[in-house]
């Protein structure tokens, strides 16, 4: 149900790299949950609405007073590479340095 | 020091707070029951007490005059000898932040990071007395049911140590049910705490959802998480809700339970409608679990409740739901694991988007891949509405099911998992049979309604020869939301006239009886 090509591209969408083996692999097990979640699709659900949250709560805002923040050390100290004061991550552009 | 480590929490803290036992001394008891962890419940453990980093949250970096109270200072730790869990040790799950503390969520992604600041729950707990005994293995990112997708490893069920400790709470339920921690936090998604506790033989509690602050629990599927209390008994699940619950200006979700909540006292159930799913008499259970289920009942009535059927349409698509919503939800959620503010990068100067792709590939095990994998297609373009949509709709569905039910009955009950604790590597090459294990928790963590699994009884597993030794069955029940109280009354009452710790004697691994 799910081929290859679609494991790419999917992969592709949530920036995972998956080697040959793991494709193969995803590809089954994919297919196989899904052909048990399909047994959804055939339920009439003709206007129902759909539920994205049991608390049903609208517009929760605080006061607008500002808060303590973080120090940017404090924020940095897990980073893989702080760098003057921010994070430093390689270039988005391929072959730009 | 075996007297200290037999009290409830309950007991323990109210001598504490009397004088009748030193806080220190409790503290290094089970400490050193948690040094003989020999289960890989802990992921880290607690030497001199938990360190503390810097950074308090308390009014450095506000502009002066302009800065009001910061919700990140609030819920200071209390003297280890006053309040409600005055010196009580608690095994904390790794996937709540514990500032300066290792927390990993049990991912490679997340090896050797240390939070700059304390989950709220954590807070909660330390503002009532209580300290972080340590940190609990888990499947990683909360995805399992077995602890088996840990990073760091399996955790072993004290009953057994060749069997799972279900998940993804294992390491903290298997913490209590082995006597390395008097109670542990954990969380649930989609049966993450009762699930563990059915198979290790201890008492799980997930509240309603919004009970308790979610800030600092690492999110895994934001509209269904739940933080709640592993325990030996009813009373202590009932003690640490009462310091937990809340709302919290931090997680605007949060409701809380409006205080108030007092242990559970009830001995009968006179008078109580209880409501048995029909659909249990079809699906899929394991005969020794259906045979404690059904004297659990007899139990039930002989205390005065009142049993009844009820029907829930649609709660055999709960699991259908379940795995493309929590997915869904996951693959945006770990998004934020991108090798750039915290945790681990994949070496190299390549592009930025191969640095993700390999920190990704490097950093996450096979099942939060495959989840990731799961939740992005539902979400894709082409296949929304047919399966996150729809999934949606089946949510509404179930919400109302058990709408309906409550109408006719107080509580909902079933047994918490198909199975007794199965083998290590039993289920680990078919994702589905898995998952499926959920299908007795799922449908309440999409009603977001609390729901409580206390041990019921022993059976052997299924195949097993005549004589097997028992493991431990969980019978669940169910409240409508924010029917807390009455949940744990009933479940009280039925722990008292099902005597389980009592009648397992010496098989019940904290009193020293691991057979393997």
């Known amino acids: 149900m799910i081929?290859?090509?679609?494991?790419?591209?999917?992969?592709?969408?949530?920036?995972?790299?998956?080697?040959?083996?793991?494709?193969?692999?995803?590809?089954?097990?994919?297919?196989?949950?899904?052909?048990?979640?399909?047994?959804?699709?055939?339920?009439?659900l003709e206007g129902v609405e759909p539920t994205s949250h049991v608390v049903h709560l609208e517009n929760v805002l605080r006061a607008d007073q500002p808060w303590t923040s973080m120090p940017p050390e404090v924020a940095l100290a897990s980073a893989p590479e702080p760098f003057e004061g921010a994070f430093r991550a390689p270039s988005p552009q391929a072959d730009a340095d | 020091m075996a007297e200290l480590t037999d009290l409830t929490v309950a007991e323990a803290a109210a001598k504490i707070a009397a004088g009748a036992i030193s806080a220190a001394e409790y503290f290094a008891a089970w400490r050193e029951a948690a040094a003989a962890d020999d289960l890989n419940a802990y992921l880290w453990r607690a030497d001199g007490g938990p360190s503390s980093g810097d950074w308090t949250g308390a009014g450095e970096s506000a502009p002066a005059g302009e800065g009001v109270e910061t919700p990140y200072g609030a819920n200071a730790p209390a003297p280890a000898d006053s309040g409600p869990l005055a010196g009580v040790p608690i095994a904390v799950k790794d996937i709540f932040t514990t500032e300066g503390v290792p927390t990993t969520?049990?991912?490679?992604?997340?090896?050797?990071?240390?939070?700059?600041?304390?989950?709220?729950?954590?807070?909660?707990?330390?503002a009532a007395g209580a300290r972080v005994l340590g940190k609990t293995n888990m499947d990683e990112f909360a995805m399992g049911s077995s602890n088996e997708n840990s990073a760091y490893g399996p955790v072993r069920n004290p009953w057994d140590r060749e069997r799972v400790p279900g998940g993804s709470s294992g390491g903290s339920a298997a913490a209590v049910a082995g006597g390395l921690a008097p109670a542990a936090l954990g969380t649930d998604t989609g049966g993450s705490i009762r699930q563990p506790a059915s198979l290790c033989g201890i008492v799980g509690l997930k509240p309603t959802y919004g009970a308790i602050s979610r800030f600092g629990m690492i999110a895994f599927a934001s509209s269904l998480d739940q933080c709640g209390p592993l325990t030996r008994n009813v009373a202590d699940?009932?003690?640490?809700?009462?310091?937990?619950?809340?709302?919290?200006?931090?997680?605007?979700?949060?409701?809380?339970?409006?205080?108030?909540?007092?242990?559970?006292?009830?001995?009968?159930?006179?008078?109580?409608?209880?409501g048995v799913p029909k659909e249990i008499g079809e699906g899929a259970l394991d005969p020794g679990v259906r045979t404690v289920f059904e004297a659990t009942i007899a139990r039930i009535e002989e205390l005065g409740g009142n049993v009844t059927e009820?029907?829930?349409?649609?709660?055999?698509?709960?699991?259908?739901?379940?795995?493309?919503?929590?997915?869904?939800?996951?693959?945006?959620?770990?998004?934020?694991?991108?090798g750039v503010r915290y945790g681990m990068r994949a070496a190299g100067d390549e592009d930025l988007v191969t640095m993700y792709e390999e920190t990704r590939a490097q950093g996450f095990g096979t099942e939060v891949k495959r989840r990731i994998m799961?939740?992005?297609?539902?979400?894709?373009?082409?296949?929304?509405?047919?399966?996150?949509?729809?999934?949606q709709k089946v949510r509404t569905r179930i919400a109302g099911d058990f709408?309906?039910?409550?109408?006719?009955?107080?509580?909902?009950?079933?047994?918490?998992?198909?199975?007794?604790?199965?083998?290590?590597?039993?289920?680990?090459?078919?994702p589905?049979?898995?998952?499926?294990?959920?299908?007795?928790?799922?449908?309440?963590?999409?009603?977001?309604?609390?729901?409580?699994?206390?041990?019921?009884?022993?059976?052997?597993?299924?195949?097993?020869?005549?004589?097997?030794?028992?493991?431990?069955?969980?019978?669940?029940?169910?409240?409508?939301?924010?029917?807390?109280?009455?949940?744990l009354e009933a479940a009280h009452a039925l722990e008292g006239a099902l005597g389980f710790a009592a009648a397992a004697g010496d098989a019940v691994p904290w009193r020293g009886g691991d057979r393997a």
Do not use: C, W
């Open chain 2, 310 to 338: 009820v029907v829930l349409p649609h709660a055999e698509h709960g699991i259908s739901a379940y795995y493309v919503i929590a997915p869904a939800e996951a693959s945006s959620n770990l998004a934020r694991y991108d």
């Open chain 1, 3 to 44: 081929d290859r090509e679609q494991v790419l591209h999917v992969a592709k969408l949530a920036r995972l790299r998956l080697d040959e083996a793991e494709v193969e692999a995803m590809a089954g097990e994919l297919s196989g949950i899904l052909g048990h979640v399909d047994r959804i699709a055939d339920l009439d």
């Open chain 2, 403 to 430: 709408d309906a039910a409550f109408g006719e009955v107080d509580f909902v009950v079933t047994p918490t998992s198909p199975s007794v604790a199965f083998g290590l590597g039993e289920k680990t090459d078919d």
């Open chain 2, 105 to 126: 969520a049990g991912s490679k992604i997340l090896a050797g990071y240390r939070p700059p600041y304390t989950a709220t729950a954590v807070r909660k707990l330390t």
């Open chain 2, 374 to 391: 799961l939740g992005t297609y539902a979400l894709s373009s082409g296949y929304y509405d047919a399966y996150y949509g729809q999934a």
């Open chain 2, 237 to 274: 699940a009932a003690l640490l809700l009462g310091v937990l619950e809340g709302k919290d200006p931090l997680d605007s979700t949060s409701v809380g339970l409006g205080g108030g909540l007092s242990l559970p006292s009830r001995e009968d159930l006179t008078g109580l409608r209880f």
């Open chain 2, 432 to 487: 589905l049979a898995m998952y499926l294990n959920d299908f007795f928790t799922v449908p309440m963590s999409l009603a977001g309604i609390p729901a409580i699994s206390i041990p019921a009884g022993l059976a052997a597993p299924e195949g097993a020869g005549d004589g097997a030794p028992g493991l431990p069955v969980g019978f669940q029940i169910a409240a409508p939301a924010f029917g807390e109280q009455q949940l």
